[in-house]
């Protein structure tokens, strides 16, 4: 069935049980899921030969490992297989879509492309999904899972994940979203795989915090506590023994409450109490677990920014008494070179692991980047892997982290000090030792890192713990996590097999249904393209319509030749208003005939900024009176969608005109001009002025060859080639 691989008994058995259902395959890492997902394409190729099989990764990486795994085992031609990722164009990607077999996609690109109908789901007769855990909520996974079980003429789903987790809900929430319909599981104890599962020895270092650490400590928790007990005063909260979990529906729901309009001096203080609470709350996290280094940088940090900052949280946080005690001391310690005692017993098992393979996680790059310096006093071989940049930080792009991972395979050094980004969606090789520099809260997360070893040899896991801190909570935490998610999912097996849980259509889908059957003729909406992240758009793709994904001049939504809408939610109203964009939008949206604004959200829009109500009453006048501007209220975006559906409906009513893709004519002969250049192929308004400012006239432009054109700065050959072709082309009604 596929080259150089033989099927284990076990994938045979979960192979043959998945060819016929939508399956969610639970596998240890190094198990093979992507020799299932091989058998299965093969399987459905041949039943349906002229069909498609999509796998889709979160990252480019993992789909480049993919692609790589099935050219080496798939008997199949080179052009069957395609990648698609956001550095592809559409248009390629629409091509090669047409030409191949078996295509390996990153979800947010093709989530493009089935919104804008340059792909067609129905081809399709196995989805796979790598990292199912991921398909919850509003990521990728779950929009295209929905369109495919909708369009595809033979329809069958493989998921594939280590750990999707240790919440019935969550599970829950993945199988349904998946439309899962048999799940098959597999642990390290079960008799079918236990041969091929090798010795992971697994090791935990405890240390205890030395007396300076337990000063800054007990001076953090009176500083914390006394926070929470001002809240507790005035009455939002029953204990000062709260979980970070539990602090933070507490701020939500604060915070949901001064939306609602209600502005109490003990509702705003005690919000402000909070922040600060969390924020010394992530200090002592970073004291019990980390070590001075990554407190001090913190502190500083804080400091400093409380010097530039208005937030009434953190000036108030930096001026307390105990805050200041408890930098100063960090800052003693830090001078002297005082450090977490896990740092010596690190460098105590880099050198009893010398010329071993290791991979050492940990959770911040300030740590990282003080294990590197010490270990580099080992004359130790080692590279620090992060993320991508974030705000005020340095960190790698994908390119460099592909050559990190290369250098790493190829023994370049023998240690890889990383963050959460070598968890997930990398091809990390196997190592002989893993070391966790502390315990993570989460099972999804501690069995991507102990998988980077004992895949193909046995293995070693050390987890460091510092005595009578968060880590032996976290210890314990994901242990349970993990047992509880091993029991979750064999009663989700069963119940499914049983058919207690239903996967079945949605309130929302009936109603779909029940649209989607309205003899009306096909609308179409135009979306400016920055508003695809919203929701919105999937909304609108969901109830029927036609969506063309562009770059708009004026407004958000444009519905009709006449009519475009200019979309904002309740905060993004609000601070238009006080950053001056709003009459500069407004200005633009009266060119349509018929503009629109639609204000989303069910905030109070008085309690949104410091900003007198006066004001908002004014603006809200002036766009209703000045401008003539109508505007409508939805809760979110669901009644959005289906506001823009209705308006879009009656705009595109069969007795009236076709809809045209400007939005007004203009009025005199310098915008005419302009309209009428910049509705040629790939060419907006400033590429229709430089056009116009080349040759003058539009009778010019359009007598100019491919050559002439692409000497018009920055207009290129495809555009050229583009407009030439549209000019050339005979209309046929």
């Given at each position: 069935m596929l080259k150089n691989l033989k099927p284990r008994l076990y994938q045979e058995t979960i192979f043959s049980k998945s060819t016929a259902k939508n399956t969610l395959v639970v596998l240890p890492t190094g198990l093979g899921k992507t020799a299932l997902a091989m058998m299965l394409a093969k399987h459905r190729l041949k039943l349906y030969p002229e069909s498609k099989i999509l796998f889709l990764a979160p990252t480019k990486p993992l789909v480049q490992q993919h692609i790589e795994t099935f050219k080496k085992h798939v008997e199949a031609e080179e052009n069957d297989f395609a990648v698609f990722t956001g550095e592809i164009s559409p248009l390629k990607r629409e091509e090669l879509w047409k030409k191949s077999k078996i295509i390996f996609s990153t979800p947010q690109g093709l989530e493009n492309d089935a919104i804008s109908a340059k792909i067609d789901l129905g081809q399709i007769s196995l989805l796979i999904f790598d990292e199912a855990h991921r398909a919850s909520g509003d990521y990728s996974y779950v929009f295209i899972a929905k369109q495919y079980q909708k369009k595809a003429k033979y329809p069958l789903i493989l998921g594939l994940t280590a750990s999707p987790g240790s919440d019935l809900e969550k599970i829950t929430e993945i199988c349904k979203n998946l439309f899962i319909e048999n799940i098959e599981v597999r642990t390290e104890s079960d008799s079918d795989v236990k041969e091929y599962i090798q010795d992971v020895q697994i090791d935990w270092v405890k240390v205890d915090l030395p007396p300076a650490f337990l000063f800054i400590k007990n001076t953090i928790e009176k500083c914390y506590h006394s926070k929470l007990n001002e809240v507790k005063k005035f009455g939002f909260l029953n204990s000062v023994f709260m979980r970070k979990t539990e602090l933070l529906e507490l701020m939500a729901k604060l915070h949901s409450m001064l939306n609602s309009g209600e502005k109490s001096m003990e509702l705003m203080r005690s919000i402000s109490l909070l922040a600060e609470a969390m924020k010394i709350h992530h200090a002592q996290e970073l004291l019990e677990t980390q070590g001075i280094h990554a407190l001090f940088m913190y502190l500083q940090k804080l400091m400093e920014e409380s010097t530039r900052t208005t937030v009434k949280a953190l000036k108030n946080l930096v001026a307390d008494e105990q805050f200041r005690i408890i930098f100063e001391m960090?800052?003693?310690?830090?001078?002297?070179?005082?450090?977490?005692?896990?740092?010596?017993?690190?460098?105590?098992?880099?050198?009893?692991?010398?010329?071993?393979?290791?991979?050492?996680?940990?959770?911040?790059?300030?740590?990282?980047?003080?294990?590197?310096?010490?270990?580099?006093?080992?004359?130790?071989?080692s590279?620090?892997?992060?993320?991508?940049?974030?705000?005020?930080?340095?960190?790698?792009?994908?390119?460099?982290?592909?050559?990190?991972?290369?250098?790493?395979?190829?023994?370049?050094?023998?240690?890889?000090?990383?963050?959460?980004?070598?968890?997930?969606?990398?091809?990390?090789?196997?190592?002989?030792l893993v070391v966790f520099y502390e315990p993570i809260p989460s099972a999804i997360r501690t069995i991507q890192r102990r998988g980077r070893t004992g895949r193909n040899d046995s293995g070693k896991v050390i987890i460091m713990v510092a005595n009578k801190t968060r880590d032996e909570s976290y210890r314990w935490s994901t242990h349970h996590k993990e047992k509880r998610m091993h029991r979750i999912l064999h009663d989700l097996k069963n119940k499914i097999a049983f058919k207690e849980l239903k996967i079945e259509k949605t309130a929302d889908e009936n109603l779909e249904k029940y649209q989607n059957k309205l003899k009306n003729k096909e609308i179409k909406i135009i979306c400016d393209d920055r508003e695809k992240s919203n929701g919105i758009v999937k909304q609108l793709v969901e109830l029927g319509i036609k969506i063309d994904l562009k770059r708009l001049d004026i407004g958000d939504y444009q519905v009709s030749e006449r009519c475009v809408i200019e979309l904002k939610t309740v905060p993004d109203f609000?601070?238009?208003?006080?950053?001056?964009?709003l009459l500069e939008q407004l200005k633009s949206l009266t060119k349509a005939d018929r503009p629109i604004l639609i204000l989303e959200g069910m905030e109070d829009i008085y309690s949104q900024r410091n900003i007198h109500p006066n004001a908002i009453r004014g603006m809200l006048s002036t766009i209703a009176v000045s401008y003539g501007i109508p505007i409508i209220q939805t809760k979110n975006n669901k009644e959005t969608a289906e506001l823009l559906h209705i308006i879009a409906k009656r705009e595109q009513d069969p007795?009236?005109?076709?809809?045209?893709?400007?939005?007004?004519?203009?009025?005199?002969?310098?915008?005419?001009?302009?309209?009428?250049?910049?509705?040629l192929p790939n060419v907006g308004p400033a590429m229709a002025k430089e056009l116009l400012h080349k040759f003058r006239n539009v009778r010019k432009i359009f007598n100019a060859n491919e050559e002439e054109l692409k000497k018009v700065p920055g207009l290129g050959d495809k555009t050229a080639k583009e407009i030439q072709r549209t000019l050339d082309k005979d209309y046929y009604l």
């Open positions: 960090t800052k003693k310690l830090y001078e002297n070179n005082i450090e977490h005692p896990k740092i010596a017993e690190l460098k105590k098992i880099v050198s009893n692991n010398k010329n071993k393979k290791m991979i050492i996680f940990t959770q911040y790059r300030d740590t990282a980047s003080k294990i590197k310096k010490e270990l580099d006093l080992l004359n130790s071989k590279v620090v892997f992060v993320g991508q940049a974030k705000k005020n930080e340095t960190g790698l792009n994908q390119k460099q982290q592909k050559q990190i991972i290369e250098d790493f395979r190829n023994n370049l050094f023998d240690i890889l000090i990383a963050t959460s980004v070598a968890e997930e969606g990398l091809d990390v090789p196997s190592v002989d609000v601070d238009s208003i006080i950053d001056g964009r007795e009236k005109k076709h809809f045209s893709l400007h939005s007004k004519k203009p009025i005199s002969d310098k915008e005419l001009q302009e309209y009428i250049v910049s509705s």
